[in-house]
């Protein structure tokens, strides 16, 4: 573990797994989860900014970046419970949790489990355990991108699928690769490609909890703001919306010329939103 005054980096040892983390600053504690086939890298832009207000963690979920999918024998597990287990290695309790798309939904699976240790939530671009996109695009255009990508993968020819997986979410189906800057598509391609080709993620048994966060969402206690890119897929901008109707202390905010990525797209912007929202719960 490599240590400064208020800053730190290495492995801890929770749930049958080694978890990748870095952690800096002090005060309240803030954890960020980022999103599926991703890794801490995500927040390099957030990081020391929250950092200069908060104590904030992140980390490689189970399987991807530098965190090991398991110690021993792969096992089903649930992905918010690695999340109650950090947070109890660092004694990081109560925190404010923010997640990214995969990272949002472990975000509220563990607000719905263990609202005693939640001060707040921001879910961004977020999924939703019990609320499958792919379902939602059934009939509709996006379906056959859907299922491109599948097929590509499929096939193992990965370069096609990082393309296909940049076009629908990053670009977003109603932009062209001209309109998204290159440092976002290159960090999102190079990102995905790197863990399809580590492929420690294929040996997950990730678990849904029953019942799913979607048929609960009028449970959640905490304080919660909901960020979705205007051009992100149509299934992403429905869900934040019924999220702002069915979660009583909701307030969603729409970022205008972003998909799925908008904290690449617009970090600024999301760090003055994000810091905003959490000053008033400090």
């Known amino acids: 573990m490599q240590r400064n005054t208020h800053r730190c980096s290495g492995f801890a040892e929770v749930n049958g797994t080694r978890l990748y983390f870095e952690m800096a600053g002090k005060g309240r504690p803030l954890v960020l989860l980022h999103g599926h086939f991703l ?3 995500l927040w390099n832009m957030h990081f020391d900014v929250l950092a200069q207000h908060y104590r ?28 109650w287990h950090l947070l109890h290695y660092f004694e990081l309790k109560p925190a404010s949790l923010i997640g990214f798309s995969l ?10 489990s263990q609202p005693d240790m939640v001060e707040s939530l921001v879910l961004v671009s977020t999924g939703v355990s019990g609320f499958h ?23 193992e020819d990965l370069e096609r699928a990082a393309d296909l997986c940049l076009r629908t979410w990053t670009i977003g189906p109603h932009r062209t690769e001209e309109q998204v800057s290159a440092r976002v598509r290159n ?5 995905t490609l790197h863990q399809w080709m580590n492929q420690s993620h294929k040996v997950l ?24 890119g205007t051009q992100d897929v149509p299934a992403s901008v429905e869900l934040a919306e019924i999220l702002r109707k069915r979660i009583r202390r909701a307030r969603r905010v729409l970022i205008p010329d972003a998909a799925h990525h908008l904290i690449l797209e617009h970090p600024e912007l999301f760090n003055r939103i994000v810091l905003d929202f959490l000053a008033t719960y400090r």
């Not at 990272?103 to 719905?112: C, P, R, W």
Request: charged share 25%; glycine share 6%; no cysteine.
């Open 103 to 112: 990272g949002g939904k472990v975000a509220l699976d563990f607000a719905l």
């Open 187 to 191: 960090f999102i391609r190079r990102g």
């Open 133 to 155: 996109i792919k379902e939602r695009t059934r009939g509709k255009p996006l379906e056959d991108a859907f299922h491109s990508i599948e097929q590509a993968l499929e096939q």
């Open 39 to 41: 890794n801490h890298t």
């Open 205 to 228: 048994q990730p678990l849904e909890p029953a019942p799913p966060a979607f048929e609960r969402l009028e449970e959640v206690q905490a304080p919660t703001l909901i960020l979705a």
């Open 56 to 83: 904030v963690l992140r980390f490689d979920l189970r399987g991807f970046g530098q965190s090991a999918p398991y110690l021993t024998e792969p096992r089903p597990f649930f992905w918010h419970e690695d999340l």
